[in-house]
């Protein structure tokens, strides 16, 4: 049974950080691209993050690149999210989400998916 556990949100002052993360069991996991996804209350699930099998290639929402980082630990089978610079428009709950062939930008063409953590920034 695949599981994506995600840890980390909690409530933050604008411009302080955050460190996500995300711990996947029962999937080969190199072999899946990992991203982040988060929805805002009436809003839709947006893409913020993804990184390939490998790590070697990453992308990132417009709004978060340069503040945000993606990495992966394929011998721990974990995936992290650094959030700098938080702004109160980050706020949502954050997703974790793994695919054997995907759209990054497109959350349902992945396979798997955390129940998400959330982060709130005050302004």
């Known amino acids: 049974q695949v599981q994506l556990v995600e840890s980390g949100g909690e409530l933050v002052q604008a411009g302080g950080s955050l460190r996500l993360s995300c711990a996947a069991s029962g999937l080969t996991f190199s072999y899946y691209t990992m991203g982040w996804f988060r929805q805002a209350p009436g809003k839709e699930r947006e893409f913020v993050a993804a990184?390939?099998?490998?790590?070697?290639?990453?992308r990132y929402l417009e709004s978060v690149k340069g503040r945000f980082t993606i990495s992966r630990d394929n011998a721990k089978n974990t995936v992290h999210l650094q959030m700098n610079s938080l702004k109160p428009e980050d706020t949502a709950v954050y997703y974790c989400?793994?695919?054997?062939?995907?759209?990054?930008?497109?959350?349902?063409?992945?396979?798997?998916w955390g129940q998400g953590t959330q982060v709130t920034v005050s302004s």
């Open positions: 989400a793994a695919g054997r062939s995907v759209s990054e930008l497109s959350a349902n063409t992945y396979d798997y």
């Open positions: 990184i390939s099998r490998s790590g070697v290639f990453t």
